[in-house]
């Protein structure tokens, strides 16, 4: 009897009972709102900022409704208006293109490269062609760009980057962290991200007037003062009558269940890692799949596995079905129609007609993609590889890669 696997791809963590209790402390206080404090107390929501900005390194931290909103919002603030072009690595979420539409901008899609990050010689050429000055760059699926030759093309074009760094956070290049590479960075709290408050963003940025106008955006009623890591009064002086309000506040609950969680980032980040080498090391191994592995200045975080089965089109939903079956929750980026997460920018049809961009097809109609949740044990990772290198041996003649 082939062997199957029972646990949830989608189970999270318990909160832990401590943040519990500050929860409840909160709801029988009844201030909820950020901006209902006592004279001389500091909300939860502005504790976060100054923990959050203090973790990533930089001066200035947002918390904000959800990680679409703080991209949305970072584009604004840095100077986005109505019309403008914004390049994107065509590989990412949908809340990414959702945001550039939303903030008004016109996205140019970037190739991908065989191992999921952009294009950096497409990035080259567009940058040149398209005249954008923006880049909205998503470490998708947490792979990391060289992000020399990133920051070197935009500054030589002066573009300014926004990261998208909801599969980063914790993550690192070369030593400095995913989101201090750009004017300005987004990350999210949405329930499957490093930090869990069922939804949730923060925005991060060592530029004053970005962050004084993300503040004032994500609808602060003029009491930008009480937040946790913003610029002095004197910018906000210069901006805060020619910023709308867009109301997209975090409120103080999830404030205090991010809070409990930024203390067990690090260590969270650890064992995603040693879960993910676990896929890796089982996968690599297997004649059915190809595994890219990791470059070495990348501290990445293992929060999800991708792979690419040595199998024809034809393969891949008899694969999806068959490990299904067994129990192994697979995502395929190829199928012609989206399905959960797995949409593609020829998906996005309200952006209107796209250029066509082989290369990124090629590398989405073989990538697969699994979560790695914490609730999983590294022994439950490596049940879940032998399940996927089994059934893509068994699948390979069948279905020849040509
Ligand atoms: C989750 C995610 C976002 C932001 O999503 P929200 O659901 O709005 O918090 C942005 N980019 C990527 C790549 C994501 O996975």
Request: glycine share 8%; with cysteine; charged share 25%.
């Amino acid at each position: 009897m082939k062997t199957t696997f029972d646990k949830p791809f989608t189970q999270q963590e318990a909160i832990d009972e401590a943040t519990i209790a500050r929860v409840a402390e909160i709801l029988r206080g009844g201030r909820l709102h950020r901006y209902n404090t006592l004279a001389d107390e500091v909300s939860e929501a502005a504790l976060l900022e100054k923990e959050y900005a203090a973790y990533q390194g930089s001066k200035y931290c947002l918390a904000c409704s959800s990680g679409g909103y703080a991209l949305s919002v970072a584009l604004r603030a840095a100077g986005l208006k109505p019309g403008d072009k914004v390049l994107a690595n065509a590989y990412t979420l949908a809340p990414v293109p959702g945001a550039i539409h939303n903030a008004g901008g016109v996205p140019v899609f970037v190739e991908i490269d065989d191992e999921w990050h952009i294009n950096v010689s497409d990035l080259e050429s567009k940058a040149e062609s398209s005249g954008a000055k923006f880049l909205m760059l998503s470490h998708m699926r947490g792979h990391i760009a060289d992000m020399e030759s990133i920051v070197a093309i935009c500054e030589a074009h002066n573009i300014a980057i926004v990261e998208d760094c909801a599969h980063t956070m914790g993550a690192r290049w070369n030593g400095v962290r995913s989101g201090n590479f750009g004017k300005v960075a987004a990350f999210s709290a949405q329930t499957y991200k490093h930090i869990n408050s069922g939804e949730g963003g923060l925005l991060t940025t060592d530029d004053p007037e970005v962050a004084a106008r993300a503040i004032i955006m994500s609808g602060s009623y003029m009491l930008y003062g009480s937040h946790g890591a913003a610029p002095d009064e004197s910018v906000f002086a210069r901006v805060k009558l020619d910023t709308p309000n867009y109301s997209g506040r975090m409120d103080n609950m999830r404030a205090a269940i991010l809070r409990g969680q930024m203390a067990q980032l690090d260590e969270n980040v650890r064992r995603w890692n040693e879960r993910y080498q676990v896929l890796e090391s089982v996968l690599a191994k297997s004649v059915g799949v190809d595994v890219v592995l990791r470059r070495q200045n990348e501290e990445y975080v293992g929060s999800s596995f991708q792979f690419k089965p040595r199998l024809n089109q034809n393969g891949f939903e008899p694969l999806i079905a068959n490990c299904a079956n067994r129990g192994v929750d697979i995502k395929w980026f190829g199928a012609a129609e989206p399905k959960a997460f797995t949409s593609r920018y020829d998906s996005w049809r309200y952006l209107g007609e796209q250029e066509e961009l082989p290369q990124t097809l090629g590398v989405l109609s073989r990538t697969c993609d699994i979560r790695v949740p914490l609730t999983f044990e590294p022994d439950d990772c490596r049940l879940v590889a032998e399940i996927i290198a089994d059934e893509c041996e068994q699948l390979a003649g069948q279905f020849q890669l040509g």
